[in-house]
């Protein structure tokens, strides 16, 4: 359903965009959220985007430094984050909401890409 | 931003026990609670969502309660399989929050 880029290794300073490509379903009625998992830790819910319209909504942790889109003619959604730090090393997840909104749960999950941020 | 606590953070249980978990929010968040089981190395999956409804598929040994601030979570007869984290979340209010987790293991 959601299927996620490979692992990533970048440098302190470097930006990392990830993509999420989405199958079986009508791309633009769902919205997508992306969450992050640091090693060991828990779940941080980063921000949103409509799959419709393109409008986003970010945690205000990331504002500035994360970029989500959409390319609706390949059903893929990404998300770019710059200016890394080693925090910043985690699995990043893409999860479709269950509705049109933000405010849904997430009902599937892509199976999350590896971004170690290492000198 | 609503912090959710969960509490206890890890737990050891025989199968076929009951385990209960709960999850406190820091505000009202009337029943947009959901819960989550995360395996080892996995995405986490949606068990539970609206506080108490279970998702299609989700085996009915599991459930839901609670509304307002404090909810609650149940395995009716813990199996293996059951061996995971599980995480609320509410979404209520952005920014969407998780509770730390519960580490539930066989006993």
């Known amino acids: 359903q959601l299927v996620q880029s490979g692992a990533e290794v970048k440098k302190p300073g470097a930006s990392v965009k990830v993509s999420c490509k989405a199958s079986g379903y009508t791309f633009t009625t769902y919205g997508i959220s992306w969450v992050r998992q640091a090693p060991g830790q828990g779940l941080e819910w980063m921000g949103w985007i409509s799959t419709y319209n393109g409008n986003t909504n970010y945690a205000q942790k990331f504002q500035g430094r994360v970029t989500m889109t959409t390319d609706t003619s390949t059903s893929t959604a990404y998300m770019e984050l710059r200016s890394l730090r080693s925090d910043d090393t985690a699995v990043y997840y893409c999860?479709?909401?269950?509705?049109?909104?933000?405010?849904?749960?997430?009902?599937?999950w892509g199976q999350g890409t590896l971004v170690t941020v290492s000198s | 931003d609503i912090q959710m606590t969960q509490s206890p953070s890890s737990l050891s249980a025989s199968v076929g026990d009951r385990v209960t978990i709960t999850c406190q929010a820091s505000q009202d968040i009337t029943n947009y609670l959901i819960w989550y089981q995360q395996k080892p190395g996995k995405a986490p999956k949606l068990l539970i969502y609206d506080a108490s409804n279970l998702e299609t598929g989700v085996p009915s040994r599991f459930s839901g309660s609670g509304s307002g601030t404090d909810f609650t979570f149940t395995i009716s007869s813990l199996q293996p399989e059951d061996i995971a984290t599980y995480y609320c979340q509410q979404y209520d209010n952005l920014p969407f929050t998780f509770g730390p987790g519960t580490k539930v293991d066989i006993k």
């Open positions: 999860a479709k909401g269950r509705g049109f909104g933000v405010r849904w749960p997430f009902d599937y």
